[in-house]
Structures are given as structure tokens and as C-alpha cells.
């Protein structure tokens, strides 16, 4: 390996750990705020979910670009989960009711709240060339996620994958028919 090659890849390794250092900083901040916002709004069993949102902001961050973009939109949407009572994904429970063999649950309409809610935030998404709406809308989907899965520790496991693929779904639709009608137009 030449002089060259030795100092570039030094260079690119140095960068990429800057890269990873700067990102690990603000995900530590906003996992923190996220946690705190969540012991409040959920209950001491959202904790352990700050590390997915940990996980997810150190990755945006370092990747940067297009995909930052989505995900901090999707940041901002992703709190307004906090919003969606319980009660539109539990409809057979009475507010307050304990998790017993009274109360059902139904993950369809976990299905459809977080597919609805996907749909609504996708009207949101940062414009971007084609070839990165895809990277666009992972980035959204991974920051709503971040957020949303701290309100669904309140859930059954069914009902959580539920809301956060309907969010998923919701997001990626409408960016698959965005992503064909600018081909349409582009031919």
C-alpha cells in the first residue's frame, strides 16, 4: 500500500468516526429527552425503547443527507403519537382498565390508526430527487419509529407491531406512488 492509499484511508476512517461521534452525542441528548417525555406520557416500561431511538438517530446522523432529512420529519410526527389516545387502539377496554382477560385487544385497528397516520404524515415528506426518495422516506419512517414505539410499550406486542407497520406502510405507499408518478412524468 502506498503513501497515498495509507493517508486517504486514515483520513476516511477519521472522518467516519467524527461522523459517528458527532451523531452519538445528539442521539444521546434526544433519547434522553424522548425517555423522559415518555416515562411521563407512557410509564417506567418505555425505558428500555430509548436505545431503538438511540440506535436509530445515531445511524440518521452519521448517514446524513437525505435520510436525516426524512427522519427528523418524521421526528416531529412521531410525537404527535403521544397524541392518539389509547383508546382508538384498545376500543373494547375502558380508559384506565388494567390488561385482563375483560379487556380484548384488536391489532387490525392498530393496523389502520398507524397506517392512517402513516398517510397523513407522508404528505410531509422533504422533497427529494427520485433517486433519494427512497432513502427520504426510510428516514421518515425510522424517525417516527423512533418515537412511536416508546407510546406503544403500553401495548401487547401484537397491537405495537400493528401501529408501527401501519405507520411504515402508510409512509412507504405514498412514497411508492410518488416515486411512480414523477417516472410517469419523467418519460
Sequence with gaps: MDADNLLYARARRAYEMGRVRTASMYALALSVLVAVAAYFAVGPQALP????TFAVWVAAGWRGGAMLAGAR???YAGAATFLLPLSILRPCCKPGMVMTTDCCTRPELCILAGAGIGLVLAAFLPRAKAAKRWETAGGMVLGVLSVAVLKCA???MGEALGLLGGLAVGVLVVSS???LR???SAA
Design 177 to 179: 406512488v410518488g416515486a
Design 49 to 52: 425503547w430509548a436505545l431503538w
Design 73 to 75: 420529519r418524521g421526528l
Design 182 to 184: 414523477d417516472a410517469r
Design 154 to 156: 403500553k401495548l401487547f
